[in-house]
């Protein structure tokens, strides 16, 4: 059955229903036998119209050339662990306690000895003034606001130095492990300088995902001035512009060591497979933690063998993460997962579920299922790019709330309460 709507307020979780529908269009979902078709809701054009990471992400798309929204949107091959990663928290349901007399709710969370204030921070993710021309100096901030971690990424396009003058809440670097050990060296020192609090080494980029998304818009970073592209920038004049006539685009800790931190134009697949080294082990994860010194992380890791390796190293936490699905597609989601890491090495390290986080009870499922706190990528993107630093605000605050009120109704006032009864798998 199809049906034409003006407006369906859809469920975030089910964002990962969408088929690719490509730019402009009615968008698909299938929610039980029927298939609903809506237009994008004109009354999502305004931020504080946006309630949630679905809304968040419709005035993402449309706001940016439509390369750039897939760059963000898009996953490896079909797209199965991406959707995985969010409906993973469907199949589960909570059971909340009553009349418990919660009155102060404490949301606060301590992971790799960094106090944060909300249970949930923001990922590294890659090429950010891309998205909005303030990028990472926006999400910064934000984070700062909410005191929660800002994660940046190795790929980040403002540098280490500047974040770390801009914020004093708590900073992790993401570092990708490259061929070229003097510039694995240069970002470990600029990191240390910086006064970043934690390291996360990044593990499961050994080689690029499969993205067909960008293989179909053509997608680069810096993006490639070509006759379609070229279309949906002066469809777009407004990103066009900040894009063009700000500061110009760079990789900020790539660009003094190779090409592909220039402006010549490379596929992400293409860094991943000619820059980082797929040697990479675990004698040089713990080999990188010692250089470090710091609170040491490993992203990426999903099997229970290797939760009990991090912990062998040395490492301080992991991040249950399959990179948002990104990479590996079939990888089953951090939430499947996390209960049996817990199990294996939840007192031996910290466990943070990354990827697939879009509404509070999210957060609060993971956390009563054995992590410690979550981390989320695309749910402070899309806002970041739909509104700056206002827009991840927004992002942030609506999870709060969400968080805040979910707590209440589950009869909870310190996340130190959460546990496995207040869960069942369907
Ligand atoms: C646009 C984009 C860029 C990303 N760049 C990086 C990166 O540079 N380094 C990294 O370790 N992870 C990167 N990630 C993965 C995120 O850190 C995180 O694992 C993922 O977004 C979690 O899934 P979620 O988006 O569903 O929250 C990126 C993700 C996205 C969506």
Redesign the pocket.
Known sequence: MTMATGFVALNASKQHQLNKSFDSGPITTIIGRQTIEYEHPTMFRRLKDCHNVEDLRLLAKQRLPGPIFH??DGAADDEITYQR?TSAFDDCDLVPNVLAGVEEVDMSVTVMGQRLDLPIFC?????QRLFHHDGERAVARAAEKFGTMFGI???GTVSLAEIGEMISTPKMF?FYFHKDRALNDAMVQRAQAAGFNTLAL?VDTITGGNRERDLYTGFTSPPRLTLKSLFSFATHPSWAMNYFFREAFELAELKDFVQQGSNVAVSIGDYFAEMLDPTMNWSDAEALRAQWGGPFCL?GIMSVADARKAVDIGADAIMV?N??G?QLDGSRSPFDQISEIADAVGDDIDIIL????RRGTHVLKAIAAGAKACS????Y?YSLAAGGQPGVERALQNLKTEIERDMRLLGVSNISQLNREMLRHR
């Open positions: 760059y963000i990663n990922s590294p993710t890659a090429l990424s190795a790929l993401q990044t992203k993460s990179h948002g990104r990354d990827g697939g986080v989320g990528g695309r749910m993107l």
